[in-house]
């Protein structure tokens, strides 16, 4: 078995509050894998150490590519970076928990084969982020952005990405988003959604800001490309209805997003969305201005206590208001530390997929509710890296009980990196044998991965999904991925932005 340790491209990583980077760690070790082997954090949750079947398939993966490189007469690296890395980094998922994805034989040496065993749908993902930039956030707190961008002396040396370039804060700006997510994937739409601050001026990235990313983008592509969400605070009340107005008067929004853990009024730990004195106002507003689409950060609860990001504040909200639609992202799932060691004991049905389950149990007992949604939204990308059984296990359970036209695709990109992996996974993933046999549940059809990737988020927002599939020959966007494919540059970067723990070092030493 290859050890995963090589020259190292950049210094050790250097430890902050017991994290650091994970673009550092790959930097250090020289290993950019086609797949996450650890949880990735944007720093809202806390990630769990590298379990010991991550690390079986990190080496699987490793021995693997190194093989396949000296037979195709490249670098470890190059070979990592082709669609055959790709394949083969879901092949050395399958030689550890079994088999989860679909994958040829042929594919981890022949290009060709890759793309025979490609289905193409249209894919709309609902949870993107990227940073403002700071001129556009002036007062923005310092302190929290200097530990986004890791600009502190201690984490200064991000992963080099293309060319071996030392990257910089801008990797999580909008230019670099643009690249990871529209050309190095295949995404078709995207939502760019909103990431607070402690007040309106402090906010990460703003409405406005979003607005104006919308607007480049879907200019520059002479198509809509992205959907744009506004921030609301029901804790805040008259303040948020005027902060609701005056977006709505200078800026274009499909729906509203809010954290219900993370309030803005002083002395006020949670807001909830069944409150009738806060919270209802704000939708009564929503609802007389048209915007039906509420979006809900539930589960992967910041640091703190995560009592405050429980999704069962919705049920009562969903029925008060079955015009509205709420979307529940991350789909209220907790943690994933909590999860692995029952999953490796087997399921018992909903059982250990707190708040996720709870959701689930209320919604097949309220079958006539049709204006709740589950969005994926890092707990794929969480739980398919940990264990795709799991992962499986927990789009199963939603599907049986929300229906399959109640699941929306989102990434969490950039934090991820591009979402190219996790396209790939959830293209792969097949629904296996004994969960099918045990719950009654059905294949992971082409049909449904096409309802989950794309239709049902099309549906949701009012968007033509066959014009995004087929652009107009003006489409700028298109144009730009061809000479961006024609230029030689267009290898994916396989950078994930987030945060690992910092026990990986020693682990990886």
């Known amino acids: 078995m290859s050890n995963s340790k090589t020259t190292p491209l950049a210094p050790k990583p250097v430890a902050r509050n017991g994290w650091i980077r994970k673009s550092d760690l790959d930097a250090w070790l020289g290993r950019y894998l086609p797949v996450p082997t650890q949880a990735v954090s944007n720093e809202e949750f806390h990630p769990i150490p590298q379990t010991p079947e991550q690390k079986r398939v990190e080496h699987e993966i490793i021995a693997g590519a190194e093989r396949e490189a000296r037979l195709a007469g490249i670098d470890r690296r190059q070979f990592l970076r082709s669609s055959c890395g790709m394949a083969l ?65 201690e984490a200064r040396s991000m992963n080099p990405a293309l060319k071996n370039r030392v990257p910089k804060p801008e990797d999580i700006y909008l230019e670099n988003y643009v690249k990871e997510i529209f050309l190095d994937s295949e995404t078709d739409v995207v939502a760019l959604s909103a990431l607070p601050g402690s007040s309106e001026d402090s906010d990460i990235l703003t409405p406005g800001v979003i607005y104006k990313s919308r607007s480049w983008i879907n200019e520059v592509t002479s198509s809509p490309r992205v959907i744009s969400h506004g921030y609301f605070s029901p804790d805040l009340g008259q303040q948020n209805l005027e902060y609701m107005h005056s977006q709505l008067e200078k800026i274009k929004i499909e729906a509203w997003k809010g954290y219900t853990g993370w309030p803005r009024a002083k002395g006020v730990d949670r807001w909830r969305m069944d409150d009738e004195k806060l919270a209802y106002p704000a939708l009564d507003f929503a609802r007389k201005h048209g915007i ?27 029925l008060d208001f079955p015009d509205m639609n709420f ?7 907790r943690d994933v530390g909590e999860v692995l060691p029952a999953a490796r004991d087997g399921f018992q049905k909903n059982s250990y997929i707190p708040w996720t389950s709870d959701l689930c149990a209320w919604k097949k007992k309220n079958p006539r509710v049709k204006n709740v949604y589950m969005e994926m939204g890092s707990t794929f990308a969480y739980m398919v890296s940990s264990s795709p059984v799991l992962a ?89 991925r061809k000479a961006y494919k024609q230029s030689g540059l267009n290898a994916p970067s396989n950078t994930q932005y987030g945060w690992v723990r910092a026990d990986s070092l020693t682990a990886n030493a």
């Not at 399958?94 to 290009?111: H, K, M, Q, S």
């Not at 039906?292 to 969903?318: E, Q, T, Y």
């Open 327 to 333: 979307l529940v992202y991350h789909s209220g799932f």
């Open 292 to 318: 039906h689409n509420i979006c809900l950060h539930k589960g992967l609860p910041f640091p703190g206590d995560p009592n405050r990001w429980s999704p069962m504040d919705v049920p009562r909200a969903a």
């Open 392 to 480: 499986a296990y927990v789009i199963g359970m939603i599907i049986d009980a929300f229906g399959v036209d109640h699941v929306l695709w989102g990434t969490d990109s950039i934090w991820w990196g591009s979402p190219q992996w996790q396209i790939e996974a959830f293209r792969r993933l097949e629904m296996p044998e004994d969960l099918m046999k045990r719950f009654g549940w059905k294949p992971l059809t082409d049909d449904v991965k096409r309802q989950i990737f794309g239709l049902n988020a099309a549906r949701v927002y009012g968007v033509d999904p066959e014009a995004k599939r087929n652009p107009l020959p003006g489409d700028y966007l298109e144009k730009l």
């Open 89 to 153: 980094a879901f092949a050395a998922m399958n030689t550890v928990y079994g088999r989860c994805f679909r994958v040829e034989a042929a594919e981890l040496n022949d290009p060709a084969a890759v793309a025979a065993n490609k289905t193409r749908f249209f894919i709309f993902d609902v949870q993107t982020h990227h940073v403002a930039m700071p001129e556009e956030i002036p007062h923005v707190d310092k302190e929290f952005l200097n530990a986004i961008f890791g600009l502190r002396e």
